[in-house]
């Protein structure tokens, strides 16, 4: 099974940026579609962004479509998520999972999980 590793999360303001970066063990992560994920206190974990397994293909979630970025670089076997003009309801654990399944943005409970890395915006 793919280890993932998440990185990036903190502390920022209102309108701040933060870049998550999501490292995997193995390259076969390169040949699954990715999904970023997040949950906030008493709130279910949702799906935020995803992408194909080229990086050809983008799927973000109303919430966050035109501030943040998914992207991928197979040849480090890491994804990232660009986080632009963040607001105090972006504060959630992020994490980052695979294989992404497109047409329901979930991931199956064979898939892998990172541990998730902290966001918190303040106002």
């Known amino acids: 099974q793919v280890q993932l590793v998440e990185s990036g999360g903190g502390l920022v303001q209102a309108g701040g940026s933060l870049r998550l970066s999501c490292a995997a063990s193995?390259?076969?992560?390169?040949?699954?579609?990715m999904g970023w994920f997040r949950q906030a206190p008493g709130k279910e974990r949702e799906f935020i962004a995803g992408t194909s397994w080229t990086g050809g293909s983008t799927y973000y979630a109303d919430s966050v479509k035109g501030r943040f970025t998914i992207s991928r670089d197979n040849a480090k076997n890491t994804a990232y998520l660009q986080m632009n003009s963040l607001k105090p309801e972006d504060t959630a654990v992020y994490y980052c999972?695979?294989?992404?399944?497109?047409?329901?943005?979930?991931?199956?409970?064979?898939?892998?999980w990172g541990q998730g890395t902290q966001v918190t915006v303040s106002s």
């Open positions: 193995e390259r076969t992560f390169s040949t699954y579609n």
């Open positions: 999972a695979a294989p992404l399944t497109i047409a329901t943005k979930t991931i199956p409970r064979f898939g892998s």
